[in-house]
């Protein structure tokens, strides 16, 4: 019988998989930012690739590789991930479980490994200047400088 961490395992690893098969399993690493707050769900996620961290839609702009990096299939993957989240929140209800407000994935390709942070609090509900994008880019550029640890 699947308990609780059996779903929320899976959930991950299936956004960790859209992101792998996104850019074509080769990346280094994967970084997956998912927010949410009473009625708002965020699911974004960025690459490490041969040292350079990037945006999903910057992949053709260091690779000799030619990535669809169309919009279609930008929504496409964000949806999945966002569908994922709203399922992982359903697990939460159905077990009883505190979802949390943030989770930071970080997916090392080669060995295999996944890392995650979550927190449960507020982070921008309650801040009138802070959006979700804000979060995301602050991460975005604190792993850019090389900051790994978030």
Same mark, same amino acid.
């Given at each position: 019988?699947?308990?609780?961490?059996?779903?929320?395992?899976?959930?991950?690893? %299936?956004?960790?998989?859209?992101?792998?098969?996104?850019?074509?399993?080769?990346?280094?690493?994967?970084?997956?930012?998912?927010?949410?707050?009473?009625?708002?769900?965020?699911?974004?996620?960025?690459?490490?690739?041969?040292?350079?961290?990037?945006?999903?839609?910057?992949?053709?702009?260091?690779?000799?590789?030619?990535? %669809?990096?169309?919009?279609?299939?930008?929504?496409?993957?964000?949806?999945?991930?966002?569908?994922?989240?709203?399922?992982?929140?359903?697990?939460?209800?159905?077990?009883?479980?505190?979802?949390?407000?943030?989770?930071?994935?970080?997916?090392?390709?080669?060995?295999?490994?996944?890392?995650?942070?979550?927190?449960?609090?507020?982070?921008?509900?309650?801040?009138?200047?802070?959006?979700? %994008?804000?979060?995301?880019?602050?991460?975005?550029?604190?792993?850019?400088?090389?900051?790994?640890?978030?």
């Amino acid at each position: 019988m699947k308990v609780f961490e059996d779903y929320f395992s899976e959930l991950q690893a %299936d956004m960790v998989a859209i992101c792998l098969e996104y850019v074509e399993e080769k990346a280094d690493d994967i970084f997956i930012y998912c927010s949410y707050e009473p009625t708002i769900y965020v699911f974004d996620f960025f690459y490490k690739i041969n040292g350079s961290v990037i945006h999903k839609h910057q992949l053709n702009e260091i690779s000799n590789l030619q990535y %669809d990096v169309s919009s279609e299939r930008q929504k496409a993957a964000l949806k999945i991930g966002n569908e994922n989240l709203k399922l992982i929140h359903k697990k939460c209800k159905e077990f009883n479980r505190d979802m949390p407000t943030e989770i930071k994935l970080h997916y090392d390709v080669k060995k295999n490994s996944l890392r995650a942070n979550y927190k449960y609090e507020l982070i921008y509900t309650n801040e009138e200047e802070l959006m979700p %994008d804000d979060i995301f880019d602050n991460w975005f550029e604190e792993v850019k400088e090389g900051n790994l640890n978030n």
